[in-house]
DNA sequence: CATGAATGAGCATTCATTCAT
DNA sequence: TATGAATGAATGCTCATTCAT
């Protein structure tokens, strides 16, 4: 292994090192107890060195919000490989979402993070990674529905709209959690979540 | 007039005065820089002064969410009340909702603030005042259904499911905004948008 | 009754309505949060109403830790009628103390807030109103002793100083209640309390 | 010397000169006006550096007392290494610790404040540091009472019991400093406070 | 008598970032 | 590369007191 084979596998671990300890105190403390002096502690290295690895805070969020996006891509990965029929794997991945956003909420808060700041600047490398790891997922979603018209199981048109159509409507569900007790009354967030998918899915049958 | 009537009078401009500051800073430079101490200065009073009106920074944003969700249900119930078909009222109040994404950029960040903040200890009678907010936009829509299944125009047994799938949808499509120049590649957000009302409604014809 | 009469008694009316509510407070959540702003709500009266009838915040302490002191004088007066001999009296008096400093926490943080705060100003006839209302339990305490050595059981020819180290010994010891679980080791001050007024006791026999 | 004893001792003048600061202000105004923000204006520093030196507030109050607290054993602990009959010994540290509280009595306001303060937030750690620096004191105390015993000029079976007697008893007189024009009459309390510690140390001849 | 609106200095603490070493 | 000392503006909020009505 050359010298910069070597620099630039250091270089990587101590950018891990530096993630696993903001990934710790996102998970034990979530999103607004995540300060870079809090991570430098943690990880047990000089605040400027994290600068060194990251350009800012923003950075790091934006790798976090990565992995989570990874971890999310890939459960929907799993599903979309299975024999499955495509009307079940759309099911299926409606309701890994829900369970992610749930089961994974400091992930899920960080999605929503990026996601609903109206922060206007943001850095166009930045920004395109993020909406590139989003992307991927779509368009598994989009693949399944465009498979399935082929096949004459769905009757969509236009895969795309669709897919953007249903991962849209997912979301916005999952936000609603928050009117559990009041808006929603007496039924809860999942029983109208399967009830919305099941309706998406019918509209293209 | 008598010196209550004069009193309350007065109190409720000095709200008035602080929550025009408020909105100021909100619709200048955003909601994360307004702060109670720039309220105070923008209002020409002192921070305690703040503080007799509103029991705390909670309190003005949930006055000014407020403000937002009524300019909304204005909107959406003049189109009500309209002889339009259901069908074309469902259309266009969906559109209405996408325009004040967009017209009422910080209502709506601000309506979404609320909505995605992971934090927890909101009061419970402030939570209860915003969610009845939101609560009368959605018997709106839920209503229109209503009318439509009994009138054989639309077949949708269950109108509050579905007025919560259908808003829901349409909010989480607005945060595909984001998405515009990357994701959605040469299509806009508003053809998408437009396709997406037409599946939802279709569904239920 | 004449005006007055009827005047007099009810400026004591209001006063003991705004005691009322600073006590409970007092009582409630501790010395430190004893505002009069939430004396007022309490009292359900104006602020400037609290300003009328007391001069200020120290006022109002002072007139709660004359009730405590008030409090603790009847309990030692209870226990210096009694026909119990004039040793026994003392430990009752000395134990009586003790469970005032526990039982009464609040009560006695006042007393102890006053005796120790390095406040320069106090005016004159705050403090010696103060100063009365302790000088009463001290007296009972030189009485017991007078007594007892004018019937030759104790043999001390200066009650008045040995009834201030005492209760000066008593009170100290009292603040070695934080010390409890350090510098006590596995003693309790409980037991070093009632070693001490043996001792103290036994000095004058 | 090496970079590390260096950066050690260039900390520990910082640490001095933060102490110094505040030092300063609780000897000129008082405790309840020393806030971080004087602090950091009096030692030239901005407040984020004090919070790198100290953790906060109360760390600062901590490392004054024991400045306090290991004067006073300096003193005491002199007396103990003289070749006075024990006897002696005992009413020396005794003149001493009201000397202490006269002389250098905002070191002595500030063991009160952490003596009285019903704050019970104290973190462990400091209240353990700081109890231990009390202990070395009462060793002294407590020793000689022992050695006293041994060489049998005292006949105290207890020495540690005894010890806490004997200071508290002379902490809980300086209290009645604040009594001298009032309850203690004509007497001064110095007076008093000798005609004590002759009794406490006769009661265990 | 009684009110309650108004004050604004003050509080302890956190923060992302910089930069000389 | 790596460090960690230094910054100081900023945060939400409390407070005793005043005073015009």
Same mark, same amino acid.
């Given at each position: 292994?050359?010298? !910069? ?18 990934? !710790? ?181």
């Amino acid at each position: 292994m050359g010298v !910069k084979e070597r620099k630039a596998l250091e270089r990587q671990n101590r950018k891990n090192q530096i993630l696993d300890a903001a990934r !710790k105190l996102l998970f034990s403390s979530g999103i607004d107890s995540v300060s870079i002096n809090k991570i430098s502690k943690q990880a047990e290295l000089g605040v400027g060195t994290i600068y060194f690895y990251f350009k800012n805070k923003e950075q790091i969020f934006t790798a976090l919000q990565e992995e989570g996006l990874t971890l999310l891509y890939s459960i929907i990965f799993k599903i979309s490989e299975t024999k499955a029929p495509h009307e079940e794997k759309l099911r299926q991945i409606a309701l890994s979402y829900y369970n992610f956003s749930q089961e994974h909420k400091n992930y899920f808060d960080l999605i929503n993070y990026f996601l609903t700041t109206p922060k206007v600047f943001f850095e166009p490398d930045l920004k395109n990674q993020i909406d590139m790891s989003g992307n991927k997922i779509l368009l598994i979603i989009q693949n399944i529905v465009a498979e399935g018209s082929e096949q004459k199981v769905f009757k969509e048109k236009d895969p795309q709209k669709f897919s953007i159509l249903f991962w849209g409507a997912l979301h916005g569900l999952t936000h609603f959690k928050k009117f559990e007790k009041t808006i929603l009354g007496n039924q809860n967030l999942e029983e109208i979540y399967e009830f919305s998918v099941q309706r998406l899915i019918y509209s293209i049958k």
